[in-house]
């Protein structure tokens, strides 16, 4: 039987030189030991784990505190709806019964006013006493019933017309007054009974619903 040929090793030859066939053994058993598959070898198990994927971007609308998919909904603010006076400064004759009293007793008609204006946080007693105070103590009851035709504006949207409020009511206070009264009175807040009269009427102009006897009930003998 002939030898079998056998293809000699390459440090039997004699121009094997190891200084240039380390580098390609050593690259060999790298890749023995981490196949070049795109990912990394389980330990364990030997078997390579792929690569993790990239994270998604979820676009919460600005949002990033809030879950995927949840929107807040905010209520949209109240905003007084501009409008004007329904009457004007000087149709005091529109109401004689109460351009009388104002021309007598303007601390009563302010006190009126202011009490429905702040919705019963103050009493017509007490704004019309002191009213009259910084009246005799001063002489200018304006610098006081001015705060009042402001708020006033502010509660029903109305413009600073046909002056600024502190002009308006240092020139024309009895008709400013009689004016602001008029404003209420048409708006359905009726000053001369009071905060307490007007949520009264309020209440009992609303329907009331009638409750339903309850079905299926029996009377028991």
């Given at each position: 039987m002939g030898r079998p040929d056998r293809s000699p090793s390459p440090?039997?030859?004699?121009?094997y030189n190891p200084i240039f066939h380390a580098p390609e053994e050593k690259q060999v058993q790298a890749e023995q030991k981490h196949p070049n598959n795109g990912g990394r070898v389980d330990q364990p198990s030997g078997v390579p784990m792929g690569r993790p994927g990239q994270p998604t971007n979820i676009n919460t609308g600005g949002m990033?505190?809030?879950?995927?998919?949840v929107q807040m909904v905010r209520p949209?603010?109240?905003?007084n709806?501009?409008?004007?006076?329904?009457s004007g400064l000087f149709d005091c004759m529109h109401d004689g019964e109460n351009a009388i009293i104002t021309f007598c007793f303007p601390f009563v008609t302010?006190?009126?006013?202011?009490?429905?204006?702040?919705e019963g946080a103050t009493s017509c007693g007490t704004s019309g006493m002191l009213y009259g105070l910084i009246c005799c103590l001063f002489g200018i009851p304006c610098i006081y019933s001015c705060t009042f035709r402001a708020k006033l504006r502010?509660?029903?949207?109305?413009?600073?017309?046909p002056a600024p409020d502190?002009?308006?009511?240092?020139?024309?206070?009895?008709?400013?007054?009689c004016q602001e009264y008029r404003e209420l009175k048409n708006r359905g807040l009726d000053p001369s009974i009071g905060w307490i009269g007007n949520v009264q009427k309020q209440r009992m102009g609303q329907p009331?619903?009638?409750m339903a006897p309850p079905m299926g009930q029996r009377m028991m003998g």
């Open positions: 440090r039997m030859n004699n121009n990033g505190s809030q879950p995927y998919g949209p603010p109240v905003i709806q501009p409008s004007n006076w329904t302010f006190g009126q006013i202011a009490e429905v204006v702040d502010n509660k029903y949207g109305l413009p600073d017309a502190w002009i308006t009511h240092c020139f024309c206070e009895y008709c400013a007054l009331q619903e009638m």
